[in-house]
């Protein structure tokens, strides 16, 4: 019997698509729950959405223990600064945290790529999407995953209207300005949006674990209301 290799990828790609949505009132983050490698369901119950404060939550994907890593280091320094300033960080400054943890390990990058949403200091909701070295940018949305190339086409065309016959009675969407919609039309896209994506990629499915993250009302805090819903599970 010859020699026996064994080898350990750093970089394998455990599946799972992640979402977000912000409006000027709220932001709504999501994953499903399907954890995978190759053909091989891994588990059916993996966990990509966390929350961080009380105004923001984290989505992530790609290689499982680098963004459970992540995300735990992310938690400690959130942490560290609170008992420091005794306060809690506004969604641009953590946006930025995560930038500089990321472009701080580009020579060993994690294999992850992350979705912060959340209300910032404005009163606002803001999604911020970044690459595995630190790359980021402010938008309306944003899918990262497996099903990203299924997911991202839908919200360009339904949030941001792009490739739609203008219609004639409702006002054209000006460039630049954020889209505006209602919070259950939203949810219902996202959902929408994942429902598609199982029944088109193997590596999307089982659950769907979702965060609405919106404005309080007349001074009142922030809300985060979790939404767990069933995807198709073979």
């Known amino acids: 019997m010859g020699p026996t290799q064994h080898q350990f990828n750093p970089y394998a ?3 799972g698509s992640i979402l977000a949505i912000s409006s000027s009132k709220f932001a709504v983050i999501a994953g499903d729950t399907r954890q995978s490698s190759g053909y091989s369901i891994e588990t059916r119950t993996a966990k990509r959405v966390y929350q961080l404060t009380p105004d923001c939550a984290v ?3 790609g290689f499982m223990g680098d963004a459970m890593a992540f995300v735990k280091r992310l938690k400690q320094r959130l942490e560290w600064y609170g008992h420091t300033h005794n306060e809690v960080p506004p969604l641009k400054s953590i946006a930025r945290l995560v930038q500089t943890m990321l472009y701080g390990k580009r020579f060993f990058p994690y294999y992850s ?8 200091r404005d009163g606002t ?3 911020y999407s970044f690459d595995p070295v630190g790359s980021y940018e ?5 899918a990262h995953g497996s099903a990203q190339s299924l997911v991202q086409p839908f919200l360009d065309n339904m ?4 490739n739609q016959v203008p219609d004639p009675s409702q006002p054209a969407p000006v460039a630049g300005e954020r889209p505006e919609f209602e919070l259950d039309e939203v949810k219902q896209l996202l959902t929408d949006a ?3 994506a199982a029944e088109r990629h193997i590596e999307v499915g089982d659950g769907l674990d979702m965060l609405v993250i919106e404005k309080g009302k007349e001074g009142k805090p922030t809300s985060m209301q979790w939404v767990n819903l069933p995807l198709k599970r073979d």
Request: net charge positive; proline share 0%.
């Open 59 to 61: 989505a992530v994907q």
């Open 194 to 196: 994942f429902t598609g």
């Open 125 to 127: 909701g803001a999604v």
């Open 159 to 162: 949030i941001y209207k792009k």
């Open 113 to 120: 790529y992350v979705i912060l949403a959340g209300i910032d």
């Open 138 to 142: 402010r938008e309306s949305c944003r």
């Open 13 to 15: 790609d455990n599946g």
